[in-house]
């Protein structure tokens, strides 16, 4: 298309020129790549418009712009309907690709995101290769933000048009790759999404390893004392899911480890896991060194002996723990974990572990071990946001402002106070709390997070059940923007909360300061309902804070290759159309590491996560796009500069006949032309983004005027 431009600029005749310096070089990759090229006739373009309704005939003259599109070179057929996605919508292009003998098909509609698949399945239904197929975006990228400008959006609408048949004109037959799938999964993170995902995919009868960097399994939900709205026992509900996820004989299970290294691609990951130093044996560990009837079994006579006295994480610091420890007592695997890093090595706990079971090794060293997996999905949960960083409410200032997390320890009948509520400057009992609803939620200062935690203002209203279940006389107070019950039978609940006695004060708290003699906290906020300000005197203030993404879910998501949002959750694929998948083929997303969830939907989307996982891995083998780049040894020189710059490792340098070329990982590629723009010989060609067709549409648009 470019050589048939009448102008005689010199800038045009340089393009003729380029244009056909570039020919020979799709001859050359016809040989080394498997491309089945098309015909080598004149092309035929068909041209189909979608009104979709009035999202696009609303804002663009549809008539003139089908009239327009006859005149442009190349163009055979061209035809309009209300929905070109319906069924009679993509008759219409199966039928016209047969009739008109179209060489390749443009249809002008909405986003390729949405139904791309649809029209390729079309055009290959007419006879067509599929990825002969272009589509040109003039609804989200023209009507909707050019609605009050009809003529603007239809002249916007010709160009784009013209784009992409340019570009059609020069598409070739492309043949999609089938890689075979390691019939084995990971999971990483074992919380309660992490165990879900983990147990069904062991229930489809694939080998899952479940990788925990904690030394037991439950997550957060294994402290929590109860769940809302039911008021089910957290760990009843939890404890057998653990069980059964210990017990599975298709669930390999690293606790006290992460994931090292990760290289391979969609069937093919190879995966490191680091086993961290735990300093004790498990019975299998035992065995396998000749110590028969070894290993730890649980019994806790290491726990006494040891010295050493440090803050028990699990329990918020408001518990010690030894230097030896387990979290609680219905911990899978039940195994003790020698934290190192306060260890003294004074060998107390060797002495009275006995020399019958040897279960002690306090040189043990971080072991790495490789797998490999067809599939994996990350579900590495969340963190509380550090809510001292909002100073005006007094966190870790005042002992008796607290967070939800340790509210739940404390009131837990396996916490540090045996279930019994305690203020922590004096362990009275207190009688008026004040909660604190979105604790650096929904807040644009600057130090907290712009976003709804969403669970937080249904596990304010559990507290302030549990609060009247156990405290007689005693009053509570929510602070709240707007209370965001969402879910099932979670409204009935809030009226529930609000019939036992619960004030609810609509306004932000500004300031908490505390009574030096007595340790009351003084909550000053302004009741938007009545409009007056506040000083309200209670004996505890408990803080509903926002959550974050884990600390590790960052290096483990930059390992998988999988993208976050600017606030550091890992982003789907799409939100609505592949909601668990990500841009990572073969890897899934699980849980709150993706944004903040509930139970219900954490287990859920982990149900969603595994059946996705496990789809490629009953197939066998899984298809993808021919979008690679592909290196033309001849032009090669070998500089591996591009190895460098690809973002998803598929490129290396290897020796060829005594030379260094580069070479792709098909497999691995994903067609974003970062290799092919930087390299200084030309020798990438991107399959589907050749250099002939992008510069086809750049004169389409820029000579666009001069047909």
């Known amino acids: ?132 197929f272009e589509m040109a975006n003039i609804r989200e990228q023209n009507a909707w933000v050019h609605m009050h400008d009809k003529e603007g959006a239809t002249d916007k609408a010709k160009d784009t048009i013209r784009i992409a048949v340019a570009k059609a004109s020069l598409l070739e037959d492309l043949t999609p790759k089938t890689v075979p799938v390691e019939k084995a999964a990971m999971v990483v993170g074992a919380g309660i999404a992490g165990m879900q995902a983990a147990l069904d995919l062991a229930a489809a009868g694939i080998k899952t390893y479940l990788i925990e960097s904690a030394p037991s399994i439950g997550g957060r939900m294994s402290q929590l004392d109860k769940t809302f709205p039911t008021l089910d026992c957290s760990q009843c509900i939890l404890t057998p899911k653990m069980v059964d996820v210990g017990r599975d004989s298709n669930i390999e299970l690293y606790t006290y480890s992460e994931v090292d290294a990760v290289e391979g691609y969609i069937g093919n990951f190879d995966v490191t896991i680091r086993k961290k130093a735990r300093g004790v044996l498990t019975m299998a560990e035992a065995e396998a060194r000749g110590i028969i009837g070894g290993g730890c079994n649980g019994c806790g006579d290491c726990d006494p002996v040891c010295p050493v006295v440090k803050p028990n994480v699990f329990e918020m610091g408001m518990k010690p723990r030894k230097a030896i420890y387990i979290n609680h007592p219905q911990v899978v695997p039940l195994l003790y974990t020698i934290d190192f890093d306060s260890c003294v090595k004074c060998g107390l706990c060797v002495t009275a572990c006995g020399p019958e079971r040897k279960a002690i090794d306090l040189e043990a060293k971080d072991e790495f071990i490789k797998v490999k997996v067809g599939t994996a999905i990350l579900a590495t949960g969340f963190e509380l946001f550090p809510i001292e960083k909002k100073t005006e409410w007094g966190y870790k200032k005042f002992e008796n402002v607290i967070t939800g997390l340790e509210f739940e320890r404390l009131i837990c009948a396996s916490g540090p106070t045996s279930g019994h509520l305690v203020r922590p400057s004096d362990g009275e009992t207190p009688k008026r709390i004040a909660f604190l609803l979105c604790a650096g939620s929904r807040d644009n200062t600057g130090v907290g997070k712009p976003y709804c935690s969403r669970f937080c203002c249904m596990y304010s209203l559990k507290h302030a059940h549990q609060i009247y279940e156990k405290i007689p006389g005693a009053q509570t107070y929510i602070f709240y923007m707007d209370i965001r019950s969402f879910g099932k039978a979670y409204e009935e609940f809030y009226y529930r909360i609000q019939d036992e006695g619960t004030k609810f004060v609509r306004g932000r708290v500004a300031n908490i ?195």
């Open 1 to 132: 298309m470019v050589e048939k431009k009448k102008t005689t600029t010199k800038k045009t005749e340089t393009k003729k020129k380029d244009t056909k310096k570039v020919a020979p070089v799709k001859q050359e990759i016809k040989k080394q790549a498997p491309v089945k090229t098309g015909p080598s006739e004149k092309p035929r373009i068909g041209v189909f418009i979608c009104h979709c309704g009035t999202n696009i005939a609303g804002s663009i003259d549809i008539k003139d712009l089908e009239a327009y599109a006859k005149t442009i070179p190349n163009v055979a057929h061209t035809d309009n309907y209300q929905y070109v996605c319906s069924t009679p919508g993509q008759k219409k292009i199966t039928d016209a690709i047969r009739d008109q003998k179209l060489t390749g098909t443009v249809v002008a509609a909405c986003s390729p995101r949405l139904h791309e698949p649809t029209f390729r399945t079309a055009t290959k239904e007419g006879g067509l290769n599929q990825f002969r």
């Open 513 to 707: 300061l505390e009574d030096p003699k007595s340790k009351n906290l003084h909550v000053y906020a302004d009741d938007t309902l009545l409009d007056r300000p506040m000083d309200l005197e209670v004996d505890l203030v408990v803080l509903a804070s926002a959550v974050q993404p884990s600390e590790d879910t960052n290096r483990t998501r930059k390992l998988f290759g999988v993208s976050c949002s600017m606030d550091g959750w890992l982003l789907e694929a799409h939100p609505k159309l592949n909601p668990c998948g990500t841009t990572t083929a073969g890897v899934f997303l699980a849980g709150v590491c993706q944004g903040p969830k509930d139970i219900p939907d954490t287990v859920a989307s982990a149900e969603g996560a595994a059946s996705a996982a496990s789809i490629p891995i009953h197939k066998g083998e899984v298809e993808l796009e021919p979008y690679f780049a592909t290196c033309i040894e001849e032009k090669c020189a070998g500089c591996g500069m591009c190895v460098n710059l690809c973002p998803y490792s598929a490129l290396a340098l290897v020796d060829k006949d005594g030379r260094t070329v580069m070479e792709v990982t098909e497999a691995k590629c994903k067609g974003c032309g970062t290799c092919g723009g930087f390299c200084p010989g030309g020798a990438i060609w991107m399959n589907h983004f050749a250099t002939p067709q992008i510069v086809a549409q750049i004169d389409a648009f820029l000579l666009g005027g001069e047909q």
